[in-house]
């Protein structure tokens, strides 16, 4: 291995060409495999990422709601660089909305569209729970 010449190199024969010649090597190779290792794990997290939104799609497919509204709720350590939100552009016409989970305030999105039903995703939990429509008593800010 290169690294393991790079003392014999640093050592030569007192020209500076042998020792800029094996910090260079030393650099470059250092370089290289960096690069190498940073371009794998960014390729590895994009398929987790891929198959855990793969996954996320594929349940709510199992729902049964013809259409729905979901609200993901996600945990405290969530990846801010992974989202689960996706919507069509067309919302009249989608069978699934997927939106940020609002607490108390999601009853005015149920509202607007109470021919769908609520669900919350918890992401902490990995789970689905039904809620219930939003009581038109509640008042509007």
């Known amino acids: ?3 393991a010449r790079a003392p014999a190199l640093l050592r030569g024969s007192g020209s500076p060409v042998p020792v800029v010649a094996g910090i260079s090597l030393c650099l470059t190779l250092f370089a290289g495999w ?3 290792a940073a371009v794998g794990d960014d390729h590895s ?3 987790e990422a891929k198959e855990y939104q793969r996954n996320f799609l ?3 497919d199992e729902l049964p709601a013809r259409k729905a509204i979901i609200f993901v ?5 969530h990846d801010p660089h992974l989202s689960l939100l996706y ?3 067309d919302l009249a016409e989608s069978p699934r909305w997927i939106v940020y989970d609002r607490g108390a305030d999601n009853s005015r999105l149920m509202r607007v569209a ?3 039903r609520a669900f ?3 992401e902490a939990r990995d789970s689905f729970h039904s809620i219930a429509a939003a009581p038109d008593s509640i008042s509007r800010p």
Not at 73 to 77: A, E, I, L, Q, V
């Open 87 to 89: 919507n069509d552009p």
């Open 58 to 60: 594929s349940a709510i």
């Open 73 to 77: 709720r996600y945990k405290p350590d």
């Open 45 to 47: 997290r994009d398929e």
């Open 34 to 36: 960096f690069a190498w």
């Open 120 to 122: 919350l995703f918890d």
């Open 1 to 3: 291995h290169a690294l």
């Open 114 to 116: 109470p021919d769908r």
